[in-house]
């Protein structure tokens, strides 16, 4: 099977996308002959033409509003902003129009839009290169949210979503773009053909929208993690060598709460690792839920790991990233159930 | 009736690697040929500015036309100066960029007249909102370059206390706003600026700056309609270096207008200059500041000039241009058209423009030794990494007290 990083693997569920489906076309800035500035639409232009991978001028805003249009005159656009940090433009169109067509006209119109963009900091980008903006996004009502943790998941969800008659918001951790990273940034980087999930069916196939995965069964505490955190949080079990089940969301909306519930069930412990700020990030919404479902199981309070309630900053950002000593303090508090 | 389906225009730009480089799209105007108007003319009579293109030093160095702002040598010699240690200090930091001592840098070469000239012609106490690539306006305005070389080592003396990426300068006390890693969202902000200092009945100014490619975002529409509502004291200057990353300016609309004809569209007389000759930048900024303060309104100017150098050093832009373009570039460089203006007055030399640039690039050696001894960004000494806590609010709430204390006690402090 073909080895991918994540990059590549976008670029293959777009390729495939694109060869399946004539209705698909993919848009944004520097996306068409360039590439794009993280390579993942690489190739695309030439094998699909100008019309069908569109070079867009620098509005986020405008770059959404028109794939809603595209959406409602039957095409299936996917549009990449280039660093999520950059989405807040085109924030009313997604909030106000994409999430809310289908509903407002009761089902009469909707734009199969997915709107993609790299997010996450350990880049040096500060703070205008780094946001996790996703429980913004998830706290709005008719978009599905979406975040990988790696290339197999990437492009199996990719392809769910553009597939998808929702509109959806397709988060790509950009520090794992090339190899799985573990929080430890004195570490040389790793490929992701040394990981399992860097084998990459070349075809179609799909990795359902809403389904979590567990990527390392345990008895003793649950930690709910996705994107990047998903292998920091393995990085930080091993470092306080509890018996944890990592759970990697995959879907944020819609939530796998099944999934998640079984499992802080059985183990009575839980631990949320996000790298987005924690007021009013997911990681509360998951604590809600989790209290609601599973109170009666529960051995210790639930603990969240986030990022700093700061913006980004940028020479402070390992300081600020939930690494694995803040996640592994927290499991090893939530076994002595303090 | 045979019909015409229609077809999505893809718009090209006239030259990709390994192509000769082409500007026949750029239309030019002689030296000296574009009437000046009155700052009170109506908007009418101010289309042409829109259309034709300002320049003042023609080929052989002589300045011609009703344009030419008669400066005197002194003042030129001092742009002159401005404009070369801004090329000395871009070159310097984008080898420390290379050599990895900081994270990331954007040159603004061949485009230094932009900034400098404009700086040079409003007043100290005018409020300027720049975009990313106008540290000319930090250097004309006299900022010590140990100060910029600090921010972008995010050390000890970094005036952003490490929170910001590279260039993202300010100047409170020179009078200068915060740099965004967000486009265009200065742009309306100096509007509201402008209309404050209108509110208040100062005669201050503000002028603001952004690349032709984030004409392209909602901000620039906003704040060219504010400025037209309110006609506000502001100068608003897009600045048309024909690339944004990969994409060429006819991604942003310029294949059908030019830029600065957005202006009278709007109501706001709009002024095409080139951008590369210190003269015209000076004086078309001149004449847009008298209309500000005389209570006229707003101006929309359009600075046509070339990114020389990459988008930034994440950029290669070898991927998508002809590598010998700038040197095709029919306006130049901004540099040496000022030098051989002053050597056409008989008020500089070869030998003076290599002495100057010798004790510039020294000067910024000397800087660049200082600003080190304040740290990098991983070598000390360093900041407090929990001052990162400050500023989020002007009083640190519990919550952010809460999370310092963790911090804190995980640094082992």
Not at chain 1, 162 to 180: A, L, M, T
Not at chain 2, 180 to 185: C, H, K, M
């Amino acid at each position: 099977m073909p080895q991918m990083n994540m990059v590549q693997a976008v670029n293959s569920a777009l390729d495939v996308m694109l060869g399946r489906d004539p209705a698909v076309v993919i848009m944004g800035e520097d996306i068409g002959y360039f590439g794009g500035v993280f390579r993942c639409t690489e190739g695309l232009q030439r094998k699909y033409g100008e019309s069908r991978v569109i070079d867009t001028p620098i509005s986020e805003g405008g770059i959404v509003a028109t794939a809603i249009g595209m959406g409602v005159n039957g095409l299936r656009p996917v549009a990449e902003i280039q660093f999520a940090d950059y989405v807040y433009p085109a924030f009313d169109q997604i909030v106000s129009e994409l999430a809310r067509l289908r509903y407002r006209t009761a089902g009469e119109y909707s734009a199969a839009v997915t709107v993609r963009m790299p997010c996450g900091g350990g880049i040096r980008g500060g703070q205008t290169h780094s946001q996790s903006p996703e429980g913004i996004f998830t706290h709005v009502c008719g978009i599905k949210v979406v975040m990988p943790s790696n290339p197999y998941d990437a492009k199996g969800l990719l392809v769910s979503s553009i597939e998808d008659d929702d509109p959806v918001v397709f988060f790509e951790p950009k520090r794992i773009y090339n190899g799985p990273f573990d929080g430890d940034w004195h570490k040389p980087a790793v490929p992701w053909s040394t990981h399992p999930k860097g084998e990459v069916p070349a075809g179609h196939y799909t990795v359902p929208l809403s389904r979590a995965q567990i990527v390392r069964p345990g008895a003793d505490v649950t930690v709910l993690a996705y994107g990047t955190m998903v292998h920091v949080a393995e990085a930080a079990v091993r470092l306080a060598g509890v018996d944890a089940e990592i759970v990697d969301l995959r879907t944020l909306v819609p939530l796998d709460l099944d999934t998640v519930c079984t499992s802080v069930c059985k183990t009575g412990r839980c631990v949320i690792v996000h790298e987005a700020t924690r007021f009013s990030g997911f990681g509360a919404e998951l604590s809600a839920s989790v209290q609601e479902e599973c109170f009666w199981s529960l051995q210790a309070p639930i603990q969240r790991v986030t990022g700093w309630d700061t913006p980004y900053p940028h020479a402070f950002e390992w300081e600020y990233f939930p690494g694995p000593n803040r996640i592994s303090a927290a499991l090893k508090a939530v076994m002595e159930g303090t | 009736m045979a019909t015409r389906a229609s077809r999505l225009h893809v718009p090209h730009p006239p030259a990709r690697p390994g192509d000769r480089p082409n500007f026949d799209y750029l239309k030019l105007s002689p030296a000296g040929s574009v009437s000046r108007p009155e700052i009170t003319a109506p908007l009418d009579s101010t289309a042409h500015l829109a259309q034709e293109l300002v320049r003042v030093i023609d080929d052989e160095g002589h300045a011609l036309g009703p344009w030419n702002p008669h400066l005197d040598a002194a003042d030129l010699q001092v742009g002159l100066r401005h404009m070369v240690l801004t090329r000395s200090f871009d070159e310097r930091m984008q080898r420390i960029q290379r050599q990895g001592r900081i994270s990331f840098y954007m040159k603004s070469t061949g485009e230094e007249a932009v900034s400098i000239a404009a700086a040079m012609a409003l007043r100290p106490d005018d409020m300027l909102f720049p975009s990313y690539r106008t540290q000319g306006l930090y250097i004309a305005r006299g900022r010590s370059l140990v100060d910029l070389m600090c921010q972008c080592l995010s050390n000890t003396h970094d005036m952003c206390k490490g929170r910001q990426m590279p260039v993202m300068y300010h100047w409170r006390s020179g009078n200068i706003f915060s740099i965004s890693g967000n486009l265009a969202t200065q742009f309306p902000q100096a509007v509201g600026w402008a209309m404050a200092a209108a509110i208040k009945g100062e005669d201050r100014l503000a002028a603001s700056w952004l690349g032709e490619g984030s004409t392209a975002e909602a901000d620039f529409h906003q704040a060219l309609t504010f400025a037209a509502v309110y006609q506000a004291p502001v100068i608003l200057n897009v600045v048309n270096n024909q690339w944004a990353i990969s994409t060429f300016q006819g991604f942003a609309g310029g294949e059908h207008r030019t830029f600065a004809a957005r202006g009278p569209g709007y109501g706001i007389p709009g002024i095409r200059v080139d951008g590369n000759d210190f003269l015209a930048v000076y004086a078309v900024t001149q004449w847009a500041a008298e209309r500000a303060r005389r209570g006229t309104g707003p101006t929309l100017i359009e600075h046509v000039t070339y990114r020389a150098g990459a988008h930034s050093t994440s950029d290669d832009p070898s991927r998508y241009r002809p590598k010998e373009e700038w040197q095709s570039f029919p306006l130049g460089d901004p540099i040496k058209r000022l030098e051989r203006h002053l050597i056409a007055l008989g008020e500089w030399s070869a030998e003076r423009q290599e002495r100057l640039e010798k004790e510039l690039d020294a000067h910024v050696g000397e800087c660049w030794k200082e600003s080190m001894r304040y740290g990098t960004l991983t070598e000390g000494p360093s900041l407090d990494p929990a001052t990162m806590f400050e500023d989020v609010f002007k009083e640190m709430p519990a919550h952010l007290a809460r999370q310092r204390r963790e911090l804190k006690s995980l640094l082992g402090g």
